[in-house]
């Protein structure tokens, strides 16, 4: 049973480019997180998807970035005209259920804007 | 916003049992609290989860006691292998309350010969 899938796992635009991550959640999960480390911090929360359904964007930068989660295919995290601040860690969570269900997180993109 | 607090780091030495106490003042009724470990450039790993009294896995304890404003990890044992960041994590999401998820800022535990 594969684990949580993410590709890139290292990722490198130039500033104005956009950055796509993708996030193939475990095989019967149905619940997404997106959540973003910068260097030598934290994780902090982005957003919660389900099937085609935004859950909870809050922690979510109001432009320039976008998640989706459709019906078929991974969840994508979309970041437009990338800046050197959004160079981090992004990683992805999914779970079976939404609340006390546990979270399995993937491996983490590394995106580096030059 | 349920807002957690950790130590930033802690040293031990092999064959200790190390504790790691979050703060979450703010924690609402529905939250539970989870913890993870992670190690340099992975994802975090799941390592228990409670939401009152004592939850016991094959890894570590969880105590919460009764009024849930904090929350201690137990790891019995530590080995060098246990040299990692550990995060409390805070919240539940409903259908109608739309509460974030709150990491705390992680407790690096440094694990000595």
């Known amino acids: 049973n594969a684990g949580v899938m993410q590709n890139p796992r290292h990722l490198v635009r130039r500033r104005g480019q956009e950055a796509r991550l993708r996030c193939s959640p475990m095989?019967?999960?149905?619940?997404v997180y997106w959540y973003r480390q910068l260097p030598e911090e934290g994780l902090k929360f982005m957003v919660y998807?389900?099937?085609?359904?935004?859950?909870?964007e809050s922690g979510m930068p109001k432009e320039r970035f976008s998640a989706e989660f459709p019906k078929e295919g991974p969840s994508i995290l979309r970041i437009q005209q990338v800046v050197r601040g959004d160079s981090a860690a992004y990683f992805c969570?999914?779970?079976?259920?939404?609340?006390?269900?546990?979270?399995?997180f993937g491996p983490g993109t590394r995106l580096t804007v030059t | 916003l349920a807002k957690t607090t950790q130590p930033i780091s802690m040293d031990s030495y092999e064959g200790q049992e190390v504790n790691i106490t979050c703060s979450h003042n703010?924690?609402?009724?529905?939250?539970?609290i989870t913890w993870y470990q992670q190690f340099p450039s992975q994802g975090p790993r799941f390592i228990i989860q409670?939401?009152?009294t004592k939850v016991t896995n094959e890894v570590a304890s969880l105590f919460i006691p009764a009024d849930r404003k904090s929350s201690t990890l137990s790891l019995p044992r530590v080995s060098l292998s246990d040299t990692a960041v550990y995060y409390c994590?805070?919240?539940?999401?409903?259908?109608?309350?739309?509460?974030?998820?709150?990491f705390g800022s992680g407790t690096r535990l440094q694990v000595q010969p």
């Open positions: 994590l805070v919240g539940d999401l409903m259908d109608t309350g739309r509460r974030a998820l709150t």
């Open positions: 409670g939401y009152k």
């Open positions: 095989k019967g999960h149905s619940h």
């Open positions: 703010n924690i609402a009724t529905n939250d539970y």
């Open positions: 998807l389900q099937k085609e359904n935004i859950i909870d």
């Open positions: 969570a999914s779970s079976r259920g939404q609340g006390t269900y546990e979270q399995y």
